[in-house]
């Protein structure tokens, strides 16, 4: 069987690989060159050089270097509140405690909901509240920044919580027993053994949430829309509304986009390599 599979492995790859260019790689070249150009299809393409770049950080309009930073503010601190958040619903119901498998379902379920229904909800919902002391989501982009912070630890604490009761279980039950033997507290257990052992599961809960954080639209979209005047728009939505809104700035957009794919990218791989590191030395 393992000389077939060396030698017809081609065959075995082809589809993905195809899809994977299809779908993937010539598109990103194809926006890679079109973010050096002046167009508005793809047909009429006029090479530009660096001049989008240039457009795409001078552009006080939809101020995409607010964008930049209060995307980046909130990919941190989501990543923090979610993660935190997600381990300790993990920790409690891997406890034993009646109505576990209720409970884990009732976290998850957001998750399975839409980001515009989600969005349309939530804006509902603390408008409402906002309501009784004369302000809205809209009044300041923190309003809506807090709101969305609610609105993604709601939708993914559940998704994280999942991860984290999978890598506990995992926990070999010899470890806690020989540390409540040798004396350890459980809190020592969790931070000496528990942790250390959880780190697979935190590399893919942390991964999973920076990088949702920074690709984020359609809750966004739903909530605030990017008011008030463009404050409270993540980088995703600063790029669409700049691609799609505004007659002249395709050129712009796609260079918006290069730069954030490169930002994502980066963070992504420095993050894995770090989490990689803690997991080679436990």
């Not at 690989?17 to 047909?43: E, K, Q, V």
């Not at 279980?169 to 809190?187: F, K, M, N, R, Y």
């Amino acid at each position: 069987m393992e000389r077939y599979i060396k030698k017809y492995w081609p065959i075995f790859v082809l589809p993905t690989m195809l899809a994977f260019l299809i779908g993937f790689l010539i598109p990103f070249i194809m926006g890679l060159y079109l973010s050096f150009c002046d167009f508005t299809t793809i047909s009429d393409a006029q090479w530009v050089g660096f001049t989008n770049y240039i457009k795409a950080f001078a552009d006080t309009a939809s101020d995409f270097g607010h964008s930049l930073w209060f995307t980046a503010l909130f990919a941190l601190l989501s990543t923090i509140v979610i993660n935190f958040f997600g381990m300790l619903i993990a920790l409690l119901l891997v406890r034993g405690i009646r109505g576990t498998n209720l409970f884990r379902t009732v976290f998850f379920m957001p998750n399975l909901i839409g980001g515009i229904v989600l969005g349309w909800l939530w804006q509902v919902l603390l408008n409402g509240v906002l309501a009784k002391y004369g302000v809205t989501l809209v009044t300041n982009e923190w309003y809506g920044f807090w709101g969305l912070m609610i609105l993604m630890l709601w939708q993914q604490a559940g998704y994280m919580m999942i991860i984290y009761i999978s890598g506990l279980q995992s926990i070999p039950v010899e470890l806690t027993e020989a540390a409540a033997i040798d004396g350890a507290s459980p809190w020592q257990t969790l931070i000496r053994v528990k942790l250390p052992m959880l780190m697979p599961s935190i590399t893919i809960c942390t991964f999973l949430t920076l990088t949702n954080g920074f690709k984020l639209f359609d809750q966004n979209l739903a909530l605030t829309n990017g008011m008030p005047s463009n404050k409270s728009q993540l980088l995703a939505l600063n790029i669409f509304n700049t691609f799609y809104g505004r007659n002249g700035w395709a050129g712009a957009g796609q260079a918006k986009a290069v730069v954030f794919c490169v930002i994502v990218v980066t963070i992504a791989l420095v993050q894995l390599r770090l989490t990689h590191t803690k997991e080679v030395q436990q």
